[in-house]
């Protein structure tokens, strides 16, 4: 865009802009239910935990709300809900994570045999990083291999994860990845989406989708006017009207 060109579009100054959004009032228990229900999706449930607490977002729940339903189910029951079964996985209690998944709902694996592989795949990786390869051998053997020879995908992730055996120092392994924390997390925020799922709750956090509405509000808008815009995401400056003219000025 050029100069000419901009200046057939309305200019709004940052000074009516920002008056256009204080004039837009957000309660801030609304703004604490959207960050619950980032935390709570996302799985970080020690977040969820101590965000409930430090913000008081038990008193603003209102009475048959969404928010207030999924807030009961993770929180109602401390030794065998919904926080305790993600923390397990996240801790590398595999074993009692699926004995409890199956107490909360039987059919969450049953009908989800990528979660049941992965679920299998952590117990592998721990025999393997307990140094305990007959056991682990076994266990691929017994519980992986029938698996794999029904799917392709879950045959190559369990040829990797037995490539563990075939080294001492796991951190000059190619697949030495398979044993940070990250793929316990990963495994966990799958455990977190099939639970949300089989209890009639959102899997997916809201904010994200927010985000994309504003990039989509903005794109529209950039073709009628020329206005302080948020170009950063992570920051949400707003950039000036003129200094976004010059820099789209100088890069042609």
């Not at 992986?144 to 001492?168: D, K």
Request: hydrophobic residues 40%; charged residues 25%; glycine residues 4%.
């Amino acid at each position: 865009m050029g100069l000419n060109e901009s200046t057939s579009k309305k200019v709004i100054t940052r000074v009516d802009w920002e008056k256009k959004l204080n004039d837009v009032k957000i309660r801030k228990e609304d703004m604490n239910k959207l960050v619950m229900n980032f935390l709570v999706t996302e799985g970080f449930v020690e977040a969820a935990e101590k965000f409930k607490m430090e913000s008081g977002t038990e008193r603003i729940l209102s009475n048959g709300s969404f928010t207030l339903s999924l807030f009961c189910f993770l929180f109602a029951d401390q030794k065998t809900g919904f926080i305790v079964i993600v923390k397990a996985v996240q801790c590398g209690n595999v074993d009692d994570a699926i004995e409890k998944v199956n107490d909360l709902n039987p059919e969450i694996l049953d009908t989800n045999p990528q979660l049941f592989f992965h679920l299998q795949q952590q117990r592998l990786i721990k025999l393997i990083r307990n140094g305990k390869v007959e056991e682990a051998l076994e266990f691929a053997q017994e519980e992986l291999a029938p698996r794999g020879e029904e799917n392709q995908t879950f045959l190559e992730e369990l040829e990797r994860t037995v490539a563990l055996l075939a080294f001492e120092d796991f951190s000059n392994c190619p697949v030495g990845e398979l044993l940070d924390i990250s793929q316990r997390l990963k495994t966990a925020s799958e455990v977190n989406a099939a639970i949300l799922t089989s209890q009639s709750h959102e899997k997916d956090p809201k904010l994200p989708s927010l985000l994309k509405m504003l990039i989509w509000a903005q794109n529209q808008l950039d073709e009628k006017s020329t206005y302080p815009r948020i170009n950063n995401l992570v920051t949400a400056v707003l950039e000036d009207p003129a200094v976004l003219e010059i820099l789209n000025h100088a890069t042609r």
